[in-house]
């Protein structure tokens, strides 16, 4: 088969499913991820961790990526303060959660009761922040909201709120020490008793644990991976939910707004209330799903939700193409594994075989060197490990000026998905007036 | 004739035989020292066609844009079915059952005809999110879009444009726009709507379908008012011709009168004319 009909055959294949084409990109994420785990000489454990890693983070950024398409890809409304409605997600369950006795003191709450309230929390917030913005072009809009997220972050991080009384309620922030959260909740599955130091497996985690010990796989594995299974469901859900709401009046309203605001507004749609209500949505949404993110690592801090967080989302949607919920999950994914987890790997695989030495110490310092058309100092400094943040940043930079140059649409925002909850042929009218 | 001559003492001795859907009182508009609009009052009758002409710059869509909500008046009053919607918010204004169409055609390009259509109707119910995603009351936003599909394929069949339902609006002529745009503001089911220029860039064949069109929906109970440059088109279809000149109305009357004004001519003209 010549590579042309090769082509043809997999993009007639996979152009059509969605389902074939997440599955087919998941089986070559997972291919790649293999492949690097046995160049690097992993264990079976070694490798079925970083399997997970890499589906965590997957799935992590495809909903943060879907979450984010409902606001600029669906409605036009160009958030760029995402890190900022994650934090408060994040610091309103954290601080429900925390026991009162603890230092900094919380509520005490029991966590589905804190997860309501934090996506309520974030919800309302989203709206308010909006408000003023609302009426103003988009890029005023990403003004505000990306100050408004350094302002989030700054907060939660200066001393006053580390560990404050307000009003006679005790709690606080962690300053810049950050917050402990509740343990990974999927813990209850296999545990009698989840929140012991050293709790006692139940009956399916016995059985789960005894099956996969000889195979050298950790207990904190197995845990891993059922959260990432539990992450896979919500974020199918999360899909599911932008397909209904993309092919709603509703979705429909936001489709026009995004084109042309007076025009809709002429036809009789209060679109301040549209954009805000969509706004608060995709900002409850995000709090929702760095919870998510969060509680599988047990703690939050500041740095995490530095502005970069929200151009990673942006980019992974960006790869995707906006408007196209296949397409997030597929800039999700692929951001996660390629972009982000992909240079600290290829990294690693270059230390293995390659022996470089009197590395750099700085980017600045290896790119000079290329002046005299010697590429070793980069590559020694690039296989640094302090390094590959610089490396990924910059490597981040050039896949966004190559998509905005040459694909601005994305893998899949050519995609044009007809906002309607019923088909719209002359045929079904037709079949409708028969029943 | 002056503004006086519709004066609200005028307009109560002829109630009842001749309804006023909308009236326009002394509005006014200046962007920083220019007066777009000066005191332009004038009323019109429900079930007409009214055309508004002019010479550019007589203030004929600013004086839209301040009926419509688009922007805000300085001043003056304007009454719609005996509901006051001065300074109301145009979606409002639409939702009074008075709806625009623009100038330059505003078609939604990237999304299809049928979307275009599907989008004007008003206060649909799968317009609140929970009701677009909840199962139980999706079965209710499915049937009311049954309903709306198919109003939106007579819309288009009544335009003659079902050929090109499935097309993006983007995609569609000159013309083929400007009948999308009129099929839309009508899928909002208003009383009256106001066009500006709907027969600008139209070839004449599809200029006599839209004005036909015109005359159908007319009986059927609309009112319309629209601009336009033609004045073959205006003297031989409208009940009532308004003439604005320097943001103020100049006459009002029948097309036959207002023909033979002086005014006018010297209006069109180019020539100062006092008001």
């Known amino acids: ?435 | 004739m002056s503004k006086n001559a519709h004066s609200a003492r005028n307009d109560q001795t002829q109630k009842g035989q001749q309804e006023q859907i909308l009236k326009v009182e002394n509005l006014r508009k200046t962007f920083g020292g220019i007066t777009a609009v000066a005191d332009v009052s004038f009323h019109v009758e429900k079930g007409s066609i009214t055309g508004l002409i002019g010479p550019n710059g007589a203030g004929k869509s600013t004086t839209f844009d301040l009926i419509t909500g688009v922007q805000r008046p300085d001043g003056g009053e304007v009454e719609f079915n005996d509901t006051e919607i001065t300074g109301y918010r145009s979606d409002q204004v639409a939702n009074q059952g008075l709806v625009r169409t623009f100038q330059i055609a505003r078609e939604l390009s990237e999304m299809t005809v049928l979307e275009n259509l599907m989008l004007a109707p008003q206060n649909q119910a799968g317009e609140a999110v929970w009701r677009a995603v909840l199962p139980r009351a999706r079965t209710q936003v499915v049937e009311q879009e049954k309903e709306l599909r198919e109003q939106a394929w007579e819309m288009l069949e009544l335009f003659e444009i079902e050929h090109v339902a499935h097309e993006s609006a983007g995609n569609l002529s000159g013309g083929q726009r400007k009948l999308l745009e009129m099929a839309r503001v009508l899928m909002t089911d208003p009383e009256m709507v106001l066009l500006d220029e709907p027969l600008a860039g139209v070839n004449p064949t599809l200029e006599e379908k839209l004005i036909d069109r015109l005359h159908t929906l007319k009986e059927q109970g609309y009112t319309f008012l629209f601009v336009e440059h033609d004045m073959d088109v205006i003297m031989n279809n409208c009940d009532t011709v308004i003439v604005m000149h320097q943001g103020s109305v100049l006459t009002e009357g029948q097309p036959d009168a207002v023909k033979n004004n002086d005014k006018v001519l010297d209006a069109y003209l180019g020539e100062e004319v006092k008001i």
């Open chain 1, 1 to 435: 088969m010549s590579t042309g009909s090769l082509q043809t055959w997999a993009e007639g294949w996979l152009g059509n499913n969605d389902v074939r084409l997440l599955i087919a990109l998941a089986l070559a994420i997972g291919g790649l991820y293999a492949l690097f785990s046995v160049v690097l000489g992993f264990q079976l454990n070694g490798t079925v961790n970083t399997l997970r890693r890499v589906a965590f983070l997957s799935a992590i950024y495809a909903m943060l990526a879907l979450a984010l398409n409902l606001q600029w890809g669906y409605a036009g409304l160009f958030n760029l303060g995402a890190a900022g409605f994650m934090a408060i997600g994040v610091y309103t369950m954290g601080i429900l959660t925390a026991p009162v006795t603890a230092s900094p003191p919380g509520f005490g709450l029991p966590l589905p009761v804190a997860i309501v309230g934090a996506i309520l929390v974030t919800g309302i917030v989203g709206g308010l922040a909006a408000l003023p913005a609302i009426r103003l072009r988009a890029d005023y809009l990403a003004i505000v909201t990306v100050a408004f997220s350094e302002i989030v972050r700054l907060t939660l991080r200066a001393p006053e709120f580390a560990n404050t009384r307000i009003a006679g309620v005790a709690f606080g922030t962690g300053g810049a020490t950050g917050l402990s959260l509740p343990s990974n909740p999927i813990r209850i599955l296999f545990y009698t008793d989840p929140a012991a130091t050293a709790p006692a497996p139940n009956a399916l985690g016995a059985a789960i644990f005894s099956a996969v010990e000889p195979l050298g796989i950790e207990q904190t594995l197995v845990i891993g991976w059922a959260y990432v299974v539990a992450l896979c469901l919500c974020l199918g859900l999360l899909y599911w939910l932008m397909i209904r709401i993309g092919k709603s009046p509703f979705g429909r309203v936001l489709k026009s707004i995004r084109e042309d605001q007076q025009v809709t507004q002429a036809l009789g749609k209060d679109t301040r209330l549209f954009k805000i209500k969509t706004f608060a949505l995709g900002c409850a949404l995000m709090g929702l799903i760095a919870i998510l993110w969060r509680l599988s690592g047990g703690y939050a801090s500041p740095r995490m939700f530095k502005p970069i967080q929200t151009f990673y989302i942006f980019i992974a949607l960006f790869i995707g193409g906006t408007g196209s919920p296949t397409g997030s999950i597929v800039g999700g994914a692929l951001f996660a594994s390629l972009l982000f987890e992909g240079p600290s790997f290829i990294r690693r695989v270059v230390a293995e075989y390659l022996q470089l030495s009197n590395a750099p110490d700085t980017l600045v310092g290896a790119l000079a060197e290329l002046g005299t058309l010697d590429i070793t100092p980069l590559l020694a400094y690039s296989v640094q490990d302090v390094s590959i943040s610089a490396l990924r940043l910059m490597l981040l930079g050039i896949v966004l000026v190559y998509l905005m140059q040459r694909h601005p649409d994305g893998l899949l925002g050519h995609r044009k998905a007809i906002a309607s909850s019923v088909a719209l042929s002359q045929q079904a009218t037709r079949e409708d007036d028969n029943e």
